[in-house]
């Protein structure tokens, strides 16, 4: 593979140039090896940047757009003040394979051949292709002895797609060192040596690396030497003792990661904040740590310094991994899962062969990390390895970016029962619909399940689900019974808005009505907006069609499951369209006016017509399948027929009754059209105030029919590009509602003839009153009750998510709903926090009150046997604090003592009770009560208190001991907790 260095191409190495063919053969040959996509490229291959210009006049030429050739490939436009290539400004860059680019080359040459870059196809973080522009940059030092950790750091760059031996030889380059010496490359981070890189064959993209730390190679001639990583270690040193410190630099070049802010306290200990600037404290970016070079100075505070209670040890933020620690400390707390796991119960349960498991790779990296969490002997330690390991099983968390801690958390429990699932076999199980009674339908759902999963994770994490699906068309309903690892509740919104709707009537001869609508301001959607809209006009919800109206166009046609939080309520109209539906159910498309047809402007793919600003009122017809330029002629002009402005003059009701009569052949076939479009059905008044004024109606038109052009265009706001034209007299078939319309184009003469008559008046529907009030907030609270309830509450699926009837032998919007059958020994309570939406993604920071003891689930629970007792108490929370795609994640949690403790990365201390509910909770850890009067969770003071020996004469041995005059912590050093904030509030 090539690879990203500077070293440019040589003449030789390229072929020699030929003579183009056509320009049609050009196209044959290019487009059939050409990746247009850059996700479409292949991982190993290489590509070359060329000038997005000369691509694209290239492009032009070969389709026929253009008469003249591209001519010699330059690279110049990709060259910076310094006169080398700059790849940061992709806009103007195609990247084209290699196969493709030497086609290019060929027919056209290159002039500055120097210039010219073979860029490697690499794997990203998330596993898919990446086109690596730029290198990795680590910072390193080289060291063969104590002396040597005085060096500066340097900045040593690598691509991913090279090996970590390549890397190892690229660090003794740069520090001068002979490349015949036996090396051993660590990552260091905390001050701490803690994990080493030992297959020099691994590419560095797959070895899991993290750029913002630092890379230390040790290095020695002979075998004889000491490696510098095993110096003021014995022979009975644990695995776990701390290696040798070493303090890099941060130089002058610094980590790649801005989001990082490390500082050296003392003479090695450091701490690094990943909070995405979502903190209080205003950190300096331009911050430089000291450089003091002592590496063994005793004032260093080492993770293993002195020890912690079990159970309230940190974890070190390995960079954005916050999310990762707060799930960690949270499942660590689980006393039946940390007891399973600390007993070494889980090993007779390893399934080596399961498939879709990781060998007992997964339980064993868990298990070591928790043995170590409350071995006592930490006050933090790095969950490394375990990250690796879950990075290469699961490309989503690979990398350093933030993730979602809910997320992790069910992938984590899920891969650990597979890696201890008891099936050893997991035979084909079919998925049925329930019949019979609740409880024996569930029974042999949950029997079913059991056949392929069996494990400690499932006996102490799933519950079971009853789905009921019911078709609004043939009533036909459908019962499943699923099983449950998590419960994930939506958070009730307290602010409505008041929307300001336009309803469009099919009935011309009615006039338009104003509402207003109040939906919820973040959580809404265009449905809940349409069912209002539906239920005031007294029209079936499915005839409805909401847009954006402005100016004489759609500037966007909602989508049912869009949500209303991308309305301005003050200043956006929503303009509601009746469009009755036919007996072959035809797709709507939208029509729009255009004055007469400007010149084509020609690209390669399409034809645009711009500045040709549109007139007139829009509309929508259905379209019928394989529909002639006449088919929707005939539809059109039924629509644009009360529109023809006609010539006044007054008559009398004898000249009316005459022109009515000799008219009446004429208008009966266009009368005719009219009323099939309407469904062939009398549309009922408008209600509410519309029902107290009776229009006048609008006489369909005896004028001639309006003369227009017409095309299907895909229409973007101002820019319509035809797709269609009827030329050929070819068919058309609508393909998509919210991309495609007809595009009528008058001539200036034509455009007089129409009369936007009536279009701007609207009678006033009594839900108006609303509008003078925009928004409301409910003043309540939001109990964990209230997000439980409206999770049970029943819902109309999006038109997206419909489902398949297999009744109607059709996908259906069908009301769902969810409840709960049965819940587990540990229940975890997902707040659904974060919204998303087309234009933006947000977080709910409503603040939900729940019980820390006595949560009692039975009101919810549907099994006769399961609802008894379901009292739960809460022993962890997962919090996340700050924005939606940033922010930083911590727990709460409750030790063996039954204290609750802060869990902040490497940071732990206390925390009170009236700290746990917050608008940061975010995962809710409950345990259920064996029985119901006795506390699932320990509580203070009860543990020493069942440990407590009652006698006198332990009480007399106890004060012996109390007043020996020695105390426990006396010859300990400061607190590590207390130091390092003092001395960090000191630098600030």
Known sequence: MDTQDDVTASLDALPTQLAPPSAEEQAEQFFKVFIEKNSDQVVGSTVVPVPYKWMNNYKRFVKGNASTPPGIISFASLLNKKGVVDLTTGAFIVFVNKEAFELLRQWYGVQDPEHLKWIPVVAGDDGKPLIETVPLTFRAVAVAK???????????????????????????????????????????????????????????????????????????SSADEPWVSETGKTANSSDDEALPAVDIGSGSGGSNNNNNITRTYGSGASSTNNYNNTSSTTYNSSYKSPTTYSPYSSSTYSSTYSSRKPGETGLRNLGNTCFMNSALQCLSHCQDLADYFLEQDWRRDINADNPIGQGGRMAEAFADLLRKLWSGAHRDVSPYDLKGLIARVAPQFSGYQQHDSQELTTFLLDSLHEDLNRVLKKPFVEQKEAEGDDVTAAQEAWERFSLRNASQLVDLFFGQYKSTLVCPDCDKVSVTFDPMMYLSVPIPELTTMVVDVRFIPADKSLQHTELGIEVLAKSGTIQDLLLQVADHMDVPLNELVATDYLNSTFWKIFHESESTGNINPGTDKIYVYHVPSN??????????????????????????????????????????????????????????????????????????????????????????????????????????????????????????????????????????????????????????????????????????????????????????????????????????????????????????????????????????????????????????????????????????????????????????????????????????????????????????????????????????????????????????????????????????????????????????????????????????????????????
């Open 146 to 220: 104590q002396s040597d950790l005085v060096d500066i750091a340097k900045d040593v760059k690598c691509s991913r797609a090279e090996t970590v031996g390549d890397l190892k030889t690229k660090i003794l380059e740069t520090f001068d060192v002979s490349p015949n010496v036996d090396t051993r490359l660590w990552s260091y981070q905390n001050s701490d040596w803690y994990s080493e890189y030992k297959d020099d064959d691994l590419l560095v993209g797959q070895a899991n690396m993290v750029v913002s730390s630092k890379l230390v190679l040790e290095y020695r």
């Open 583 to 988: 007996e072959a159910a035809d797709p709507i498309i939208s029509v729009i006016l255009y004055p007469s047809t400007p010149a084509y402007q020609s690209s390669y793919y399409a034809y645009s017509r711009r500045n040709n600003d549109p007139f007139g009122f829009p509309f929508f017809i259905r379209a019928p399948k394989d529909a002639t330029e006449d088919d929707l002629r005939k539809l059109i002009d039924v629509q644009l027929s009360p529109f023809i402005a006609q010539p006044w003059t007054a008559t009398t009701d004898a000249d009316n009754h005459d022109a009515d009569k000799d008219d009446d052949d004429s208008d009966a076939e266009l009368e005719q059209a009219y009323q099939e479009q309407q469904g062939g059905a009398a549309m009922d008044q408008q209600d509410g105030a519309a029902m107290d004024q009776t229009p006048e109606p609008t006489i369909v038109s005896t004028e001639a029919a309006l003369d227009y052009t017409i095309e299907v265009s895909q229409y973007e706001r101002s820019d319509v590009r035809c797709i269609h034209d009827f030329e050929n007299n070819e068919p058309y078939t609508c393909t998509d509602t919210q991309k495609e319309c007809i595009a009528l184009f008058f001539a200036d003469d034509e455009k007089s003839r129409y009369a936007s008559v009536g279009v701007d008046d609207a009678i006033m529907h009594e839900s108006t009153a609303k509008l003078k009030r925009r928004s409301k907030k409910v003043d309540k609270q939001v109990q964990l009750d209230d997000c439980i309830r409206q999770f049970t509450t029943p819902e109309v699926l999006s038109d997206d998510n419909k489902w398949y009837c297999p009744q109607c032998k059709e996908h259906r919007q069908a009301k769902k709903q969810l409840e709960i059958w049965r819940l587990p020994q540990n229940l975890i309570v997902h707040l659904k926090r974060f919204s998303y939406t087309e234009h933006y993604r947000d977080k709910i920071d409503t603040r939900v009150e729940f019980p820390l003891t006595e949560l009692d689930l039975s009101p919810y629970v549907l099994s006769p046997e399961d609802k008894q007792g379901a009292i739960y108490d809460l022993f962890a929370v997962s919090n996340h604090m700050g924005n939606f795609g940033g922010g930083h994640y911590t727990a709460y949690a409750v030790d063996k003592a039954g204290n609750w403790c802060n869990y902040d990365d490497s940071w732990v201390s206390s925390a009170q009770e009236d700290q746990l509910v917050s608008t940061s909770s975010y995962m809710l850890f409950y345990r259920r009560r064996s029985d119901p009067s006795v506390p699932a969770v320990v509580k203070p003071g009860e543990a020493e208190m069942a440990e407590q020996v009652v006698g006198k004469d332990d009480d007399d041995q106890a004060m012996q001991e109390t007043d020996d005059g020695f105390d426990d912590d006396e010859d300990a050093p400061p607190s590590y907790d207390s130091t390092h904030r003092d001395v960090e509030n000191a630098l600030d």
